[in-house]
T-cell receptor, first 117, second 115 residues
Framework: DVKVTQSSRYLVKRTGEKVFLECVQD?????MFWYRQDPGLGLRLIYF???????EKGDIPEGYSVSREKKERFSLILESASTNQTSMYLC????????????????FGPGTRLLVL | AQKITQTQPGMFVQEKEAVTLDCTYD???????LFWYKQPSSGEMIFLIYQGSYDQQNATEGRYSLNFQKARKSANLVISASQLGDSAMYFCAMRERFNTDKLIFGTGTRLQVFP
């Protein structure tokens, strides 16, 4: 089974702190994703990576950065946390199929609930 | 722009009854894929079912089936014989065409199954 793990289930930080969210997958997937989930807004893509050291902005990259030094690990960084970054953060990974009709799903981690005070 | 719409913020269904969760999508591309995910209160997203735009038959996976109406651009999830454990958030998603490994998600529907 595919396993995607996230470093913390719950995290409380103060405004202005630098926050690291870690995600690790064990299936040798090329693609990794970071989403945030807010009530009434669904999942919104922050950043994704399709290879080591490669990254692309998603729909809401402002205030975030990412790092992918190894294939299995994708880190989300909040350089200076703000209260509007309080949210649920979900990491996902997938094989690179390169076809829109591919049945290959994304596999998700358990999520990190971040509270910024 | 591609878009997924789930108009039902919440649904109730009695145990053992069937329920339909609505999903409409908007795309100008003929080739796309549609997914449904379940998110229990624990937070993890669980893949349920997939429908390809050229698939001739509606997808089925156990108690889950997808009512795919291409002309109407709808991909409704049908859960038969609801169980208490089906209570969760349900998300519809579409794989984009030109960024073929990305998914666009709807806002979700919260399903509550009561005894």
């Amino acid at each position: 089974d595919v396993k995607v793990t996230q470093s913390s289930r719950y995290l409380v930080k103060r405004t202005g702190e630098k926050v690291f969210l870690e995600c690790v997958q064990d299936m040798d997937h090329e693609n990794m994703f970071w989403y945030r989930q807010d009530p009434g807004l669904g999942l919104r893509l922050i950043y994704f990576s399709y290879d080591v050291k490669m990254k692309e902005k998603g729909d809401i990259p402002e205030g975030y950065s990412v790092s992918r030094e190894k294939k299995e690990r994708f880190s989300l960084i909040l350089e200076s946390a703000s209260t509007n970054q309080t949210s649920m953060y979900l990491c996902a990974s997938s094989l690179s199929q390169g076809a829109p009709r591919s049945q290959e799903t994304q596999y998700f981690g358990p999520g990190t609930r971040l509270l910024v005070l | 722009a591609q878009k997924i719409t789930q108009t039902q913020p919440g649904m109730f269904v009695q145990e053992k009854e069937a329920v339909t969760l609505d999903c409409t999508y908007d795309t100008s591309d003929p080739s796309y894929g549609l997914f449904w995910y379940k998110q229990p209160s624990s937070g993890e997203m669980i893949f349920l079912i997939y429908q390809g735009s050229y698939d001739q038959q509606n997808a089925t996976e156990g108690r889950y089936s997808l009512n795919f109406q291409k002309a109407r651009k709808s991909a409704n999830l049908v859960i038969s014989a609801s169980q208490l454990g089906d209570s969760a958030m349900y998300f519809c998603a579409m794989r984009e065409r030109f960024n073929t490994d990305k998914l666009i998600f709807g806002t979700g529907t919260r399903l509550q199954v009561f005894p």
